[in-house]
């Protein structure tokens, strides 16, 4: 294609399939959001007071128009060139355009809503969006998909900085971490219930990452910045080589000191993640071409190498396509793609076993969804649940490989890399690496909560 | 790490589970290798005479020894470097070098049986390995594992030339394409059998691969020599480049002509898959940083999203995590891998289906690995079996996309990209890229078969 030498942006997979019960509740007192005193065992909690935040961040996501623009401003092409290129593509200049100006006009209307009752309002790109955003905000509001909320999400540490997400575009967006859909186009009735009290707040558990034996210190790659802003982007590994550099250039008695130094720090990562970690293999190509910049970097069909321990029990050696560990929240994504079933199989499964057994086990249509449903729903836990879930995606089983068990609960998931060229993935979108020796630590504590919305539907 | 800034070579993933029965047979006439006449029926037969080639190319693979030797020496580490930071990554130098040099015996013990008889030998790296070499040889052997066999395999495009595959390190490899073990340390056995007759063809039917409307000349990137060998593959993406950038700078008249041109034509691609198809959305970063040059290319958590007719059905939209399309060959490869279910859902559906109907379904151990085991041979089929098998990796199923059946057999499967940077995977080891529009056509045809030898056991 010939746009594939341009940077480009990706688009968040919007996978979450967290529906929610709502329901209203008193309110929280005043201005300031005083930490609430909740009993954790609950999935959400009537506020004491109603919620009137004085400043609130927007944070809007980058529509495909806006990237498709970028993109080919890059390129030199005027708009009209995008039109066709487009079309030729199959896609529609126009259906972009819409999108993004639905999009734009509910920014447009939830800021407006803000401003009416007298609330200072931030709007920042998500590009923009950083940790002095969520300093200054006392609430910050997603608008966008699901995929803008697990990078809001992604920047608050804190348990008691509320974050609401409101889906801008309901006919694409799957949304299930934003605020029910009609919120969209009548905010202000959201607002109203909140300044009444009339709702609940959900704390949500999250994943925290230490990481030790890497050799670096632990630079996270955004998955998304990385390709829209060419600066930052070379700025996040202009140092992590300059690291790598200064690493290799010393003599060996030297070297070795630092290197020892530098593979025993364990770090806790200042991320949480709302969904899940990935741990797989990836292709990545760190090659210093004095000629030329360009280079592909694809999914390779490759195992990932790693040793687990459950709970602090024996390690375990495993080759698999990949390990995902989740929260509650997260159950419903894509460790739910990885482990759901379709019918066909579940079909296949009773045959063999009605076979086998000799026994009248129905397979029928109806009985097969039944069955089907009944084991997919299995996968899915609340978002209060204090438990990881951890599931070996593909694993591979011969001589030397074993799994005992595909999948289960744990309060503590540790994770010793074996891979020539691996990564820890958190909800997504961004991204540490994870190479052979590197060990992960992935728990949960109660501080990680994040502290959210429940509005009735 | 310190040394992830360093090119390096992938490591096939061995998971090929190929199980052949050998069956001892009649010679084929004298030293050329006449076709075959055979009734493609059969999935073996016997040769009407001896084998005895007169020039034999051995492919060689990269040991992981010569690929840490060279990406440190890259670096300007000496030996005793190696050592010590392997030592700290938890690998061992001397494990390394042990298995080096049991592939290197090997080898050489393939050579020197190979003279013995007369043939003239020529032993070519993988790196080396091109059409020139298939062209000169009258039968090639792979010596490494089943990436090797992989890696021979495709650069053979005619059903004559016979390929063999030797295992070079049996306690480490599966080598479910090679020929049994035992021959790797008794080769002159294996020969003296191919020149009695007591063996068996086997022609392993292949895919082929038709593309269109990619916009520049399908470049296919090997993605295991695009690490090792810097120049090579500065060279291939030059050409891509310089493609994509001619096609970005003249002026809209003149570019739209040319685009469409270049949109249109479908091609055959020069390439056959032993196993299997894979098409996946992949991260990848094309950016010309003018000061930088190194980047970060990562498995990102992302959808897949095409279109796919089977058998010139209708299109049904899809989004998974990626769709694979393999032979009888790779059934029990990467295809396998992704359809097979572990015990632990196998008892999970039967204890369902147990509590709704109240039969008395047995759910003891024993049961279950017969279900489980019977579900999973039921994926494998034979390597002559003109059937293709395709497998929707992880679908996503919700408002906008569904799935009528996950996977299924085919003469024929069409795909049409809606991928924002996605790529085609042959036998994990060759890509092309895949992008939005784009069109491939995955078929079978006869005259694409491998000749590949039984030899009993």
Redesign the interface.
């Known amino acids: ?8 942006m ?4 919007v ?1 979450n ?1 967290v529906c929610l019960g709502n329901r209203a509740v008193s309110l929280l007192y005043g201005n300031s959001l005083r930490p609430l005193h909740t009993s954790v065992c609950n999935s959400s909690s009537q506020p004491k007071a109603g919620f009137k935040p004085e400043k609130v961040a927007v944070v809007t996501k980058t529509t495909r128009y806006e990237f498709e623009q970028q993109r080919y401003r890059y ?4 708009e ?2 995008l039109k ?2 487009l079309a ?4 529609s200049y126009s259906g972009l355009l819409e999108r993004h100006n639905i999009h734009t006009n509910n920014v447009e209307h939830i800021v407006k809503s803000l401003r009416r009752e007298g609330i200072d309002v931030r709007v920042v790109k998500r590009g923009e969006y950083d940790e002095e955003v969520v300093r200054w905000a006392d609430a910050i509001i997603s608008a966008g998909g699901d995929g803008t909320m697990l990078l809001v999400a992604s920047k608050v540490l804190s348990k008691d900085k509320p974050v609401i997400g409101v889906n801008t575009d309901p006919e ?1 967006s ?1 949304g299930h971490l934003c605020l029910p859909v009609r919120y969209t186009r009548t905010f202000p009735e959201a607002l109203e219930k909140l300044c009444r009290g009339e709702f609940r707040w959900l704390w949500r558990q999250r994943i925290r990452l230490h990481l030790e034996g ?3 210190n632990p630079t996270p ?1 955004d ?1 998304h910045e ?2 829209l802003s ?1 600066e930052q ?2 700025q996040a ?2 140092l ?2 300059m690291d ?2 200064r ?2 250039t010393p003599p ?1 008695n030297m ?2 000191g630092s ?2 130094e ?2 025993s720090k364990p770090s806790l990562l200042p991320i949480r993640s709302l969904n899940e970690i ?1 741990i ?10 004095k ?13 990932s190498y790693y040793e687990i321990s459950v709970d602090d029990g024996p390690w375990e050696k495993q ?1 698999s ?1 990949g390990l995902s560990i989740c929260t509650g929240t997260g159950s419903k994504a ?1 460790s739910y ?3 759901k ?2 019918e ?3 079909e ?3 045959r ?2 009605k076979s ?2 000799g ?4 397979l029928n249509r109806e ?1 097969i969804e ?2 089907t449903d ?2 997919n729903e ?1 996968l899915v836990f609340g978002p209060d649940d204090r438990r990881l879930f951890y599931s070996v995606r ?3 089983v ?3 490989f074993s ?1 005992s ?3 289960g609960f744990a309060s503590k998931v540790c994770v010793r890399s074996r891979c ?2 691996a ?1 820890m ?1 958190v909800d ?1 979108g961004t ?1 540490f ?1 994870f ?4 060990i992960a630590t992935i728990s949960m504590s109660d501080e990680d909560q994040l502290r959210t919305v429940l509005l009735e539907n």
């Open positions: 294609m010939v746009v594939c030498s341009l940077a480009r990706t688009r968040r997979s996978m399939l390129a030199g092409l005027s009209e060139d066709q290129l030729m593509k199959g896609s694409r799957e890497t050799g670096i790659v998955l990385q390709q060419l982007h070379s590994h202009r992590t080589t790598s550099q690493s290799m060996p070297w070795t290197l020892h530098r593979f990935f797989g293999e990836s292709l990545s190509s760190r090659v210093k071409l000629s030329f910049k360009h280079h592909v970097n694809l999914l390779l069909h490759r195992a080759k396509s894509w793609n990885i482990n079933l379709a066909q199989a579940v296949e499964v009773l063999i076993g086998l057994t026994l009248e086990i129905p009985f039944k069955v009944e084991y299995s593909e694993p591979i011969n001589r030397v799994s068990r595909q999948r020539w060229d990564c993935v997504g991204s690496e190479n052979d020796g590197a």
